[in-house]
Each structure stands twice: as structure tokens, then as C-alpha cells.
């Protein structure tokens, strides 16, 4: 009993572990955060072992991991707003009276003309972080994660026409968003 125990124990970590790369991105741009994604990743994963016995067969895996990821997050940042930001200001010397050219720090060399334009925001992913975050989850599982509205709404944890709403509603500000975008790289926008 105990061996058959353990099998599917071991199984079941091996299903879990199937979706990770999934839940790393999701994590990512649930916390815009490598660390923070990677924590999240991490201790959803552990959520998911330790309550395996929750699991019901049948039920799709990825939509209860995502749910499993999504409530972690949900609980992560309610407790992080409730506790106020310590900042150690010890070390802190004041400025001085004369401080530096800051167009010292920006002369052009050869390779960094590539360096700085690979840090230029992308306008499609900033007018994503721009959305609410209802619409920006619901369109990023729809649009890049390609997650049925079946799927969402089980994630999510809303009935399926409030996920139908949100993709609606996302991806409609959107469109307002990037009209002028749209129209610079020739996509007519009617």
C-alpha cells in the first residue's frame, strides 16, 4: 500500500513539474519580477505537492495549478499591502554640492547603442501592463498563453461571460491604446 502510495506520489510531482515553465511565465507577468516569478513559481509548486491529495481526478491539472499560482499571488500582495515598506536609511550620505554631468553617463560607444535601445519599452507589452488587472489576466491567458475561456474562468474563479466581458473589455482598450501604434506599422484600424 505504501509503495503504490509513494508511485503515484511521484506521478503526480511529474504532472506538476510538466507545467512549470508555464507557471514561471505566468508568475512573470502576474509580478513583473524574475525573483518574484521564480518565489511564486517555487511555492505554488509546493502548494500543489502538499495538497495533491485535493486533487481530483479528471479535473485538468494546468487550470488548477494556474488557480493554485493565482490565489498564491492574490494572498502574497494582500499581505505585502499590509505591511508597510522598511527602508534602512542609515547609509545614506547627503548629496553633494556639485554633482556630476549626467551626460557623462551617456556618451555614445560602439555597442551601446544596441544595449540602450534593447531597454526601450516595447509600446504592445506597456499598453498590456496598462490594462487593469482583471482584463490584463484574462487577455494574457487568452492571447499569449492561448488558455480556453473554459480554463480562465476556472482559474480566474469568475463564471465564463465575466471572462468573455474582461477579454471584451481588454482588448478593446487595447485597440484605443494602440491605435496610433497600429496605423505607424501599416495595420488598418477600422
Known amino acids: 500500500m505504501k509503495t503504490a502510495t509513494i508511485r503515484r506520489s511521484k506521478e503526480f510531482e511529474n504532472l506538476v513539474l510538466e507545467h512549470i515553465d508555464l507557471l514561471y511565465a505566468v508568475a512573470?507577468?502576474?509580478?513583473?519580477?524574475?525573483?518574484?516569478?521564480?518565489?511564486?513559481t517555487q511555492n505554488t509548486v509546493v502548494k500543489a505537492l502538499r495538497f495533491h491529495d485535493k486533487f481530483k481526478e479528471g479535473t485538468y491539472i494546468k487550470a488548477w495549478l494556474l488557480t493554485i499560482l493565482r490565489n498564491t499571488f492574490i494572498n502574497e500582495y494582500r499581505r505585502k499591502s499590509r505591511r508597510p515598506t522598511e527602508v534602512d536609511l542609515s547609509g545614506i550620505e547627503a548629496a553633494p554640492d556639485s554633482l556630476p554631468d549626467p551626460d557623462i553617463f551617456f556618451e555614445p560607444h560602439a555597442g551601446s547603442r544596441k544595449d540602450l535601445l534593447e531597454l526601450v519599452d516595447d509600446p504592445v507589452r506597456k499598453a498590456v501592463e496598462a490594462l487593469p488587472d482583471d482584463f490584463r489576466e484574462a487577455v494574457i491567458m487568452a492571447d499569449l498563453e492561448d488558455m480556453s475561456y473554459k480554463e480562465i474562468a476556472d482559474v480566474m474563479g469568475c463564471p465564463l461571460g465575466t471572462v468573455m466581458s474582461r477579454l471584451y473589455r481588454g482588448r478593446k482598450m487595447l485597440r484605443e491604446l494602440l491605435g496610433d501604434y497600429a496605423r505607424e506599422h501599416g495595420v488598418r484600424v477600422g
Not at 502576474?30 to 518565489?39: G, K
Open 28 to 40: 512573470l507577468r502576474l509580478t513583473r519580477n524574475p525573483a518574484d516569478a521564480e518565489d511564486l
